[in-house]
């Protein structure tokens, strides 16, 4: 059985006893309501049987007459109605009706008559001593009279006792029991009808993110479930669409890097290769005497170049996992950015007259950084080496800046620029924007930025880049203050 039903099941059992609770105390209330509405006017037809019959002697409160014409009219009418009554006079003694033989008031009933009490019964069904008839189950109430004279005292006069079949009081009962248990009923089958219509809904909605999970767990993540955004189940919907978004986002994240990481397997093996098929080429050559003698020396210096760019990449490699793995300890300190800008500049003033471009440092004198001075270095360095590797008879700019707890680096050049998607990609291993471009003099490689990269977010920095082909780049670094990253 599923889930919903055994909760619906559950439910309707709980109902159902609260309904055969509510059902039998409201049988029991509304018995004892029919009892006290019937003593209520059985005591209404006491007062009027006294008001039309009994009459007493202002001057001998003992003299008490009553009107037998007047009680036989009101036993006519009242027995069209299935009540009876009788009339006790002060003595105990039934003076009405006088044609049968009625027993006399019990002792405890009368006492409490006698104190003014009314006192209401309900008589089982007993057979009568004398005659032998049955006497029907009786209620009714024994209601005393007074007489108040003029010294202030209270003298009863006389006792009516009227009653009421009490079949008929329980086929009254009866009646409203069947209404009440009819509604009961009705209302039951329409609850549960209701309730399983609700129920077979919310199954269908479970089960349509049942199957959703289904298509999920084969593979399948481009699958959305419909949400009006009512209740619980369609923000679980909700969730679910996310879950799906995000699974499926993740398995293209996963292929994208599955892809890269064969382009960096490519890639790291020819960059590789290159310096390692040179280097064989000319150690042949020496091996065999092919290299004429005055170019043996060229050959070594070539292949001792070769081999430093292969131990570059090697480093290079090295640095970047080390880094992305949180294996650099930083040596935080405050320094002058500007002084260490201009030593890179100096640095880099030959490459940049290669190809015809003029490194500026703008910013002031003393802006101070807090970074890994080394770090620090290797960040501007890449990335002004980059700038004017894409860069020819143009500029680069290097500004330093304070900002708000931090310091903010901009490198522009006017160089090539890069297209939406190259910005995309600069951060990863092995990319390069331009593949043509590869200068060998440099050492490119495509790992300077993946470092650099790294690098500031080991510093909890930042790094953006803006660029427009033809028209340039700007790369804009920024490191936190010692008091914004404590």
């Known amino acids: 059985m599923k ?3 055994q909760q619906l099941l559950a439910l309707l059992s709980m109902i159902a006893i609260v309904l055969v609770l509510l059902g039998v105390s409201f049988s029991r209330m509304t018995k004892e309501y029919v009892y006290q509405n019937t003593w209520t006017s059985l005591e209404k037809y006491a007062n009027s049987l006294v008001e039309q019959s009994v ?5 001998n409160p003992s003299h008490v007459n009553f009107d037998s014409e007047s009680l036989l009219n009101s036993e006519v009418l009242l027995r069209n109605q299935s009540v009876h009554f009788t009339v006790y006079n002060r ?6 009706p006088d044609n049968v033989y009625i027993s006399k008031i019990k002792h405890s009933d009368w006492q409490k008559l006698q104190q003014g009490k ?11 001593a004398t005659s032998g008839q049955a006497e029907p189950a009786m209620t009714d109430i024994l209601k005393p009279y007074f007489y108040t004279d003029n010294h202030n005292r209270k003298h009863l006069v006389a ?5 009421a079949y009490v079949s008929n009081i329980n086929s009254n009962i009866a009646k409203i029991n069947a209404n009440l248990t009819r509604a009961l009923l009705v209302a039951s089958l329409v609850a549960m009808l209701l309730a399983f219509l609700i129920a077979r809904y919310l199954t269908l909605r479970i089960d349509r993110l049942r199957r959703a999970t289904n298509q999920i767990a084969n593979g399948n993540y ?7 955004n009512r209740d619980e189940v369609d923000d679980l919907a909700n969730d679910f669409n996310n879950m799906a978004r995000s699974l499926q986002e993740s398995k293209a994240e996963i292929q994208r890097q599955e892809q890269r990481r064969k382009e960096f397997m490519a890639d790291a093996a020819h960059e590789m290769r290159t310096p390692l098929t040179t280097i064989n080429g000319l150690l042949e050559g020496l091996a065999y005497d092919a290299i004429p003698e005055e170019s043996k020396s060229e050959s070594i210096d070539l292949m001792r170049n070769e081999t430093k760019r292969l ?4 480093n290079e490699n090295l640095d970047y996992e080390k880094i992305r793995n949180n294996q650099i300890i930083l040596n935080k300190q405050q320094f002058n950015a500007i002084d260490t800008l201009n030593r890179l500049a100096e640095q880099l003033s030959q490459k940049a007259a290669a190809k015809n471009d003029t490194i500026s440092i703008q910013g002031g004198t003393d802006i101070e950084v807090y970074a890994d001075y080394d ?5 501007m360095f890449n990335i002004t080496q980059n700038a004017i590797q894409f860069t020819e008879n143009g500029q680069i700019v290097v500004l330093a800046q304070r900002g708000y707890q931090e310091t903010i680096f901009k490198i522009s050049d006017t160089g090539i620029g890069m297209t939406k998607k190259q910005l995309a990609n600069i951060w990863e291993r092995f990319y390069k924007a331009d593949p043509s471009r590869t200068n060998t003099k440099y050492g490119e490689s495509g790992l300077g930025l993946a470092i650099v990269h790294q690098l500031v977010l080991l510093h909890d920095g930042k790094i953006e880049v803006t660029s427009k082909p033809k028209q340039g780049t700007t790369f804009t670094v920024i490191f936190p203050d010692k008091k914004s990253v404590e």
């Open 55 to 59: 009459r007493v002697s202002p001057d």
């Open 159 to 163: 006792v009516v006792k009227v009653g």
């Open 91 to 96: 003595d105990n003694t039934a003076i009405f």
């Open 311 to 314: 131990i570059r990449l090697v």
């Open 222 to 228: 481009d699958v959305q479930v419909p949400s009006k």
């Open 375 to 379: 770090r620090f270095v290797q960040i």
């Open 118 to 128: 009314i006192v209401q019964k309900v008589t089982d069904q007993q057979t009568h």
């Open 3 to 5: 889930l919903v039903y």
